[in-house]
């Protein structure tokens, strides 16, 4: 005989309308299960006993007997499948097997459940840029020209701005191939120096763009500025600010945006973007910047080398990689310069081969220009 082995259970007393339940303790043994409480002591014998599943996600495991109709009995144990003595029971073996197989379905189905919840959190999450770009061009462009405003605003509090009307002249005049091609992808820019000999540029919302006097008087060429320039504009074209302050206020309100009204998103746009440091641009948003502002280079006939030969002045100028992550970060994250001009000269040959125009403004001229209007100021 083996051993008896008791379980956690309750019973139920189905002839009750309230369908009152007992807890108490099931004992097995080779003739019969007989659940005992203070109040019920009920004995199901082992031939004709069914055995299943049921409960709240099946997690219990029922007992009925045809001489007993008005009573069940369940428990939350599932080793009680594994009792040797139902096991030893054909009929109840068979039972069993159901039972389990059926638990299997179970835990399948919620994997399956489960897995495909997952696959579609993960599929919303890898195509975010996509909603995320598609929102931004859904976006009025007035959107980026008042973000713009309100950081451009602060500028002139932080920057002295070189007050010079002919130089912006003379310079617009020789960046008009390239201002031409932005125009085209619907950005009016409007071209702003600084004193500062810091060696950089960049573009607000909108199209406001800022060139400090040190990229001018570290530039070699017309063709080292404009390739700045160029890969700044690309970051107002490609809407990459917008982007990025999108990219952050969550998945739901993005996919709450893609799927409604964007109109709700104009208040956080513009406040969440009135820090400059909100504007840095991801490493992804700087490689696009750079192929979008190469393609204006060949569109407008500019050298495109121009880029290229400006970070490897500026390697030359620079002890370490660090130093002049420094003094182009304003903005932007940026790649190692390495993998930039690596990245630029692949992109280069799948342009084909053309004729660069020749700038009949000196660039030597225009640098000694700034420099002498910073000092006249």
């Keep these: 005989m083996?051993?008896?082995?008791?379980?956690?259970?309750?019973?139920?007393?189905?002839?009750?309308?309230?369908?009152?339940?007992h807890a108490g303790e099931l004992e097995i043994n080779d003739f019969q299960i007989r659940f005992t409480s203070e109040s019920h002591n009920i004995t199901f014998p082992l031939n004709q006993l069914q055995?299943?599943?049921?409960?709240?996600?099946?997690?219990?495991?029922?007992?009925?007997?045809?001489?007993?109709p008005t009573f069940s009995l369940y428990s939350d144990n599932h080793s009680i499948l594994k009792n040797?003595?139902?096991?030893?029971?054909?009929?109840?073996?068979?039972?069993?097997?159901?039972?389990?197989?059926?638990?299997?379905?179970?835990?399948?189905?919620?994997?399956?459940f489960v897995g495909i919840i997952a696959g579609i959190t993960a599929s919303l999450i890898f195509s975010k840029d996509f909603f995320v770009r598609k929102i931004a061009e859904q976006a009025p462009v007035e959107w980026e020209q008042k973000l713009g405003d309100k950081l451009f605003q602060g500028l002139s509090m932080q920057y002295v701005f070189i007050k010079n009307d002919s130089l912006k002249t003379r310079f617009t005049q020789v960046a008009?191939?390239?201002?031409?091609?932005?125009?085209?992808?619907?950005?009016?820019?409007?071209?702003?120096?600084?004193?500062?000999?810091?060696?950089?540029?960049?573009?607000?919302?909108?199209?406001?763009?800022?060139?400090?006097?040190?990229?001018?008087?570290?530039?070699?060429?017309?063709?080292?500025?404009?390739?700045?320039?160029?890969?700044?504009?690309?970051?107002?074209?490609?809407?990459?600010?917008?982007?990025?302050?999108?990219?952050?206020?969550?998945?739901?309100?993005?996919?709450?945006?893609?799927?409604?009204?964007?109109s709700a998103l104009a208040g956080t746009v513009i406040n969440t973007g009135g820090q400059l440091a909100s504007l840095a641009n991801s490493r992804d948003f700087e490689y696009e910047a750079d192929e979008v502002g190469l393609r204006y280079l060949v569109a407008a006939k500019i050298n495109s080398n121009g880029l290229i030969t400006f970070f490897e002045t500026l390697k030359k100028a620079h002890k370490t990689e660090l130093q002049m992550e420094k003094e182009l970060s304003f903005l932007s994250t940026h790649p190692a310069t390495d993998d930039r001009i690596e990245n630029l000269k692949k992109l280069q040959k799948n342009y084909p081969a053309y004729t660069p125009i020749k700038f009949t403004e000196s660039f030597p001229d225009f640098q000694q220009a700034i420099d002498k209007s910073i000092k006249n100021n």
């Design 84 to 112: 040797p003595v139902l096991i030893q029971h054909p009929e109840l073996l068979s039972q069993i097997k159901q039972v389990k197989q059926a638990k299997r379905k179970i835990i399948y189905s919620i994997l399956l």
């Design 2 to 21: 083996l051993q008896n082995i008791t379980y956690h259970a309750v019973l139920i007393n189905t002839d009750n309308k309230d369908y009152h339940r």
């Design 176 to 262: 008009k191939p390239l201002l031409d091609q932005i125009q085209k992808d619907g950005v009016k820019v409007d071209i702003y120096f600084t004193n500062d000999p810091t060696i950089n540029a960049f573009a607000l919302p909108g199209g406001k763009v800022v060139i400090q006097s040190g990229l001018i008087d570290r530039a070699e060429s017309w063709e080292e500025v404009l390739g700045v320039l160029s890969h700044e504009l690309a970051h107002v074209t490609q809407r990459h600010h917008l982007r990025g302050i999108i990219n952050n206020i969550g998945l739901y309100a993005i996919l709450s945006a893609y799927f409604g009204d964007i």
């Design 51 to 68: 055995i299943s599943i049921g409960g709240a996600g099946d997690q219990l495991i029922f007992f009925h007997h045809p001489s007993q």
